[in-house]
């Protein structure tokens, strides 16, 4: 009897990549066309037309399936129609990076070979790979250390909450987390889910930590066992806190120092700007994010600690994944490398970019990025029409139409988002004088963005103030 067909092809062995061939060229049609009929940054219209859009491929649950070409084709399209796009060059909002098409294209065979991170017998090759990778990482964090080490994670968020984790692990119980209010929120939610007492937030007017206040916060009676929570790169405005003066103070009265370089750490790449992040290597743990200045697909998130020992808190055991008789055979035991279980292998889209541009290619995405900001602040500082809020620590740059309200700023960026023309951010920081206020944040991760993109990016914001303006005299 000759084999049964089969209906739905899978995506790994030999014959998976022939059936997955024609449907990418599915795929990449699809958002191709997606892209040209959206031609812009994002779909006009808001958060209405786009549900309209998208209602229209309805049922979502067909008793009988379209087959893998039109259901890839519909929604495809319809996603890739309906994006925000940060290829654009107009789509620079937030921390999210235009990925590299090498990192997309890794990350297929992540998803067409399924490996889990749970366990070796899920993921042999994975494994070994990403214990080669996390190790180059964490030595380019901290080039100093023995022994340090690199977990993968989500993102800065689960990147802090093992941060503070392991200082509520590795320090006398009644942990205190000192902050600046420029920290971001993830820290809190950490506290929170770890059943830890608030943070003390300390001011932050100038936008950065000041050493003096962390030096009395932490001299301040009644003592306790303490993480000093530092950012290199705040999501806000790319500020980086003080680092050699408040690895110093962590140092000199015995409080732990996370450093959040979610944003920041990458600078480390770029021989013109790692000397921003000085300090960075004397953190016991940084947060460190490859899917924003790392240009990867989401999730690339690390965890690196320069002493590997740190991590043995998170050590778990579930005989089924990593019984004692297996890992004393020589199984890798990898379940106290995450608080996950199953675990997609980010880590090869990571290695692939890194093994494909090398230090000097990443060096020129950082530094292209950043002269871009800088650009941007030039073009805006030449501007009397706008104020900037100062030079770019990074490559955020924060702005407003001079003398604008703050509700008119929010609602100039929201009439920018409805007609699909710019994605602009919105930061609530001191300004210059000091006392709080709204600007529209561009945050440039797209290394292909040239001057003329920037000016026809201040031409939009322009335009939809002079619309405003319009709509107010009829
Ligand atoms: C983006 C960001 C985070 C959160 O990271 P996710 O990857 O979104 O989880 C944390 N801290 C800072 C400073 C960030 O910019």
Redesign the pocket.
């Known amino acids: 009897m000759p084999p049964a067909p089969q209906p739905h092809p899978l995506a790994g062995g030999t014959a998976g990549p022939r059936a997955l061939r024609p449907m990418l060229d599915t795929v990449l049609d699809a958002l191709s066309d997606g892209a040209a009929r959206r031609c812009g940054p994002l779909p006009a219209g808001g958060p209405a037309a786009v549900a309209a859009a998208t209602a229209e491929l309805a049922p979502v649950i067909p008793e009988k399936g379209t087959g893998a070409g039109p259901a890839l084709r519909d929604l495809v399209l319809a996603l890739a129609e309906g994006a925000a796009d940060p290829a654009d060059p107009h789509c620079a909002a937030h921390?999210h990076c235009p990925p590299l098409a090498v990192a997309a294209a890794a990350d297929l065979a992540a998803s067409a070979l399924n490996p889990s991170l749970d366990s070796w017998d899920q993921a042999p090759a994975a494994t070994a790979l990403e214990a080669r990778t996390t190790a180059a990482l964490a030595a380019l964090v901290h080039p100093a250390a023995r022994h340090p080490d690199a977990l993968v994670t989500?993102?800065?968020?689960?990147?802090?909450q093992l941060g503070v984790l392991l200082a509520r692990e590795l320090l006398p119980p009644g942990l205190r987390i000192v902050c600046g209010a420029n920290?971001?929120h993830?820290v809190t939610r950490a506290a929170w889910l770890l059943g830890l007492a608030e943070p003390e937030v300390l001011p932050t007017p100038r936008g950065v930590l000041d050493p003096a206040a962390v030096r009395d916060r932490l001299t301040a009676e009644p003592a306790a066992p303490t993480l000093l929570f530092a950012?290199?790169?705040?999501?806000d405005s790319g500020a980086i806190d003080p680092l050699p003066a408040l690895a110093d103070l962590a140092a000199a009265h015995g409080a732990r120092l996370h450093i959040?370089?979610?944003?920041?750490g990458t600078l480390l790449l770029s021989p013109t700007h790692r000397h921003k992040v000085t300090g960075l290597d004397r953190a016991d743990s940084v947060?460190l994010?490859l899917?924003?200045l790392g240009w990867q697909p989401?999730?690339a998130?690390l965890l690196t600690v320069p002493v590997a020992a740190d991590l043995a808190p998170l050590g778990h055991r579930a005989p089924y994944l990593n019984a004692d008789d297996d890992t004393e055979a020589g199984l890798p035991d990898l379940l106290g490398r995450s608080l996950r279980t199953t675990r997609r292998p980010d880590i090869l889209k990571i290695a692939v970019t890194l093994r494909a541009l090398g230090e000097d290619g990443l060096a020129d995405l950082v530094d292209r990025c950043c002269a871009a900001a800088g650009d941007l602040a030039e073009l805006l500082a030449a501007d009397p029409w706008f104020d900037l809020h100062g030079p770019p620590a990074i490559s955020t740059v924060l702005f407003r139409p001079s003398g604008a309200s703050d509700e008119e700023v929010a609602a100039l960026r929201r009439r920018l988002l409805h007609a699909g023309s710019a994605v602009l951010g919105r930061a609530t920081v001191p300004g210059p004088g000091g006392a709080p206020g709204t600007w529209l944040k561009a945050t440039i991760l797209n290394p292909h963005t040239q001057t003329a993109d920037l000016r026809s990016l201040l031409k939009l914001v322009r335009e939809a103030a002079r619309d405003r303006d319009e709509d107010a005299t009829a």
Request: glycine share 18%; no cysteine.
């Open positions: 921390l989500t993102g800065g968020t689960e990147s802090n920290a971001h993830s950012t290199a790169g705040t999501t959040d370089a979610a944003y920041g947060a994010d899917h924003k989401a999730a998130g």
